[in-house]
């Protein structure tokens, strides 16, 4: 069997795999399962499969006029930087001259842009919505590519050369460490000295300042990951952690376990008004009445669009429903609100680049009499990391 005969049956798997997967979820489930179950791919194949099926997300969707098949090729003819010239002759909506191997990413994109009626805008939905904030060719090609997994060393990783075997690691002058795609296996013997945490996040939470804090309440907690930034941070804070899910607040008890005498936790539903919240803690209880909270950090649920260049697989089909959002995060923020101090700070943030999640609902919060005192986005392009938003305001 000829290389190109391979490679073609290895888009036909691709496809077949992609037809198995629900819009909406994480794809990671459905490549696992397709695997299981046709257990006749190797290592190589498994890799090739995935690489076609994840271009297909992050760009053949948006080929509208084409086939599913050639979406597929053409997506990662465009994306892999490593081709075989036998590559180009499976694809036959356009004629692909062997210069192609040789360009990069942004020069392949161009041809196709000035060839075709094909544009890159057509890659991210809504891309009239995202903030003006984004330079919009650098943040689109920037969502062409897995971004790298960022870990936030701990104080203990001075003491051994950390992922000294491991290349292209990148060192963020915060101390945030880079790692290419694909090093998971490696990173287990390390695990106790360091928290896997996007740079984003990193580098918006840097801009929260802890001194004579003292209770700061994690409103959206999640599984835990601000929590222990926050508590890494500063030694004399409290952390009141709570989530609307049973699930994620037992997995947030278990990251965050070291720090168990310092954090109180709740199952709470901040979609609703609350008159006051119970907190538990080893067994014991404390009722919260508002006011009574130096800081409220709020990381709100949002579209995740921040995150698309990771899991590119949420943006296909995806409707705009900001809007739902948006009314769920105000709802959130005010009901949070009462139980803040005067003069107190709220820290507001998503993992969104829509402006209707985020520049829109800081102006909201400010028309309701709260005092806006630094906003902004990372860019996610200009750190190869996820994109957040976050905003700082105060109780006045």
């Known amino acids: 069997m000829n290389a190109q005969v391979i490679f073609e049956r290895h888009v036909f798997f691709a496809e077949q795999c992609l037809a198995d ?8 489930k459905t490549l696992k399962n397709y695997f299981r179950v046709n257990k006749k791919f190797g290592s190589k194949d498994r890799r090739r499969i995935k690489s076609l099926c994840y271009s297909w997300f992050r760009l053949g969707f948006s080929f509208a006029d084409m086939s599913k098949d050639q979406q597929i090729i053409l997506s990662f003819l465009v994306l892999e930087p490593n081709l075989e010239s036998y590559m180009l002759n499976s694809f036959k909506e356009l004629t692909l001259h062997t210069t192609w191997l040789d360009w990069n990413l942004n020069e392949r994109i161009s041809f196709l842009e000035n060839n075709t009626d094909w544009k890159l805008s057509s890659t991210y939905p809504d891309i009239t919505q995202v903030s003006v904030d984004f330079e919009p ?4 090609i920037h969502s062409m590519k897995q971004s790298k997994l960022w870990v936030r060393p701990s104080e203990k990783a001075n003491e051994i050369k950390l992922f000294q075997d491991i290349e292209s690691v990148t060192r963020h002058p915060s101390g945030a460490l880079g790692l290419e795609t694909g090093v998971n296996k490696d990173l287990e013997k390390y695990r106790r000295y360091f928290e896997v945490q996007d740079l984003s996040c990193q580098l918006a939470y840097n801009n929260l300042d802890l001194n004579g804090v003292k209770t700061v309440w994690d409103c959206c907690s999640a599984s835990g990951g601000k929590s222990l930034l926050l508590l890494d941070k500063s030694p004399n804070i409290k952390i009141y952690a709570s989530d609307k899910r049973v699930s ?3 997995d947030f008890a278990q990251r965050t376990r070291r720090y168990s005498k310092r ?6 539903n901040l979609e609703e008004h609350q008159k006051s919240i119970v907190f538990k803690q080893n067994g014991s209880k404390q009722v919260i009445q508002a006011p009574f909270f130096d800081v409220i950090v709020a990381d709100v649920p949002c579209t995740g669009s921040g995150t698309w260049n990771r899991n590119p697989e949420f943006k ?21 609100m009462p139980f803040l101090k005067k003069g107190g700070i709220l820290f507001y943030s998503t993992c969104s680049v829509y402006k209707e999640e985020n520049e829109q609902v800081l102006n909201e919060l400010v028309n309701s009499g709260y005092e806006k005192l630094q906003s902004g986005y990372i860019k996610g392009y200009q750190n190869d990391s996820d994109s957040m938003y976050f905003a700082k305001i105060r109780k006045i």
């Open 21 to 28: 997967h629900t819009l909406g979820y994480p794809f990671d």
């Open 137 to 140: 060719r650098p943040f689109l």
């Open 248 to 250: 994620i607040l037992k």
């Open 263 to 268: 954090i109180h936790t709740s199952v709470t």
């Open 316 to 336: 296909v089909g995806f409707q705009h429903t900001q809007n739902t959002f948006k009314k769920l995060q105000v709802a959130i923020v005010q009901n949070a």
